[in-house]
């Protein structure tokens, strides 16, 4: 096929994705400069994420201008940082709930097991952080997907130096990637039953569900760059499992397809239609 001038679809898609980057920076950039006049005014909210970064960067600049340095993020670094927790954070967090909801629904028994222990804790009552946070049978299903859809495939990083690994000098500018997904699959950390929905292996935490104690489990990372939000994300899941728990019975649609799919995180290729039934 041959393409003309613009009409290729490599350059539509670039100019599709300079024209989302530009329309979600200008979306920010009124958010922004909307909040930082209303600080400035006295009269914002300094109860969200945007508020305490706006407030502290403008607290740190405030400081630097009186001393002459230039610490402080600039507004791009902002948007970026509103840019990255909004997407380590929310596309991350829900491919969990449904992966979480398709497992629940290949294996109903874990499913009522769920929803027993929810219900024995806060019956029809909305839950709350300290139910939420001895909620076992729950954790140990949400370990398992973490563990068989890891919504993050892989950890990247690049030497900046000559690192010494072990036996192996890696000169600089090597990119090195630490295949979580892998890991996560491995018959030699897991046992044969690697690949297999058993929430049971996480009954005695997370250092005996392995077969030697290895540390093997890295859905939020590891080390300084560890997830900021790991306590969030799990606490988000449960509260949300729990309720869909308390009010429904569920079940996958006949049209689902079982394909999990790496688009930056794992997602179900074909979406994940389900039945829900009122209780
Ligand atoms: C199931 C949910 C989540 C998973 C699986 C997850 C996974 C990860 C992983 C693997 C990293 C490390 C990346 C690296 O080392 O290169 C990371 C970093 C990060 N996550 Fe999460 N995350 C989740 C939820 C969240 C939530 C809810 C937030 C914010 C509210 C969040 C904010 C961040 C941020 C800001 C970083 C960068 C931290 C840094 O570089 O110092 N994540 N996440």
Redesign the pocket.
């Known amino acids: 096929m041959l393409y003309q001038g613009s009409s290729h679809p490599c350059h539509t898609f670039q100019l599709r994705m300079k024209q989302t980057a530009r329309e979600v920076r200008t979306l920010l950039m009124g958010i922004i400069t909307k909040r930082e006049k209303a600080i400035q005014s006295g009269e914002a909210t300094r109860d969200d994420l945007l508020g305490l970064l706006l407030e502290s960067n403008m607290r740190e600049m405030g400081q630097n201008e009186k001393s002459n340095s230039s610490l402080g993020m600039t507004i791009d670094e902002v948007i970026e940082e509103c840019k990255?927790?909004y997407f380590?954070?929310q596309e991350?967090?829900s491919v969990?709930l449904t992966w979480t909801l398709v497992v629940l629904s290949m294996h109903p028994e874990w499913q009522e097991m769920a929803r027993e222990e929810v219900l024995q804790h806060f019956g029809r009552q909305n839950p709350d952080f300290d139910g939420l946070s001895r909620l076992k049978i729950m954790s140990m299903i949400l370990y398992e997907v973490?563990r068989l859809y890891?919504?993050?495939i892989v950890?990247?990083r690049q030497t900046y130096k000559t690192m010494q690994l072990g036996d192996i000098a890696i000169p600089p500018g090597v990119l090195l990637g630490l295949p979580?997904l892998l890991i996560h699959h491995d018959p030699v950390i897991w046992g044969p039953d690697a690949t297999e929905f058993k929430p049971s292996r996480f009954s005695e935490g997370i250092s005996k569900a392995t077969k030697n104690g290895q540390q093997a489990f890295?859905?939020?990372?590891w080390g300084p760059?560890?997830?900021?939000?790991?306590n969030?994300?799990l606490l988000?899941?449960k509260m949300g499992l729990s309720m869909i728990l308390q009010h429904f019975k569920f079940e996958l649609s006949e049209r689902y397809q079982h394909a999990p799919y790496p688009v930056l995180t794992v997602h179900p290729q074909h979406g994940a239609p389900f039945k829900f039934h009122r209780l």
């Open positions: 990255l927790f380590a954070g991350t967090t969990l973490l890891s919504p993050v950890l990247s979580i890295f859905p939020f990372g760059r560890i997830c900021i939000g790991q969030f994300a988000e899941a």
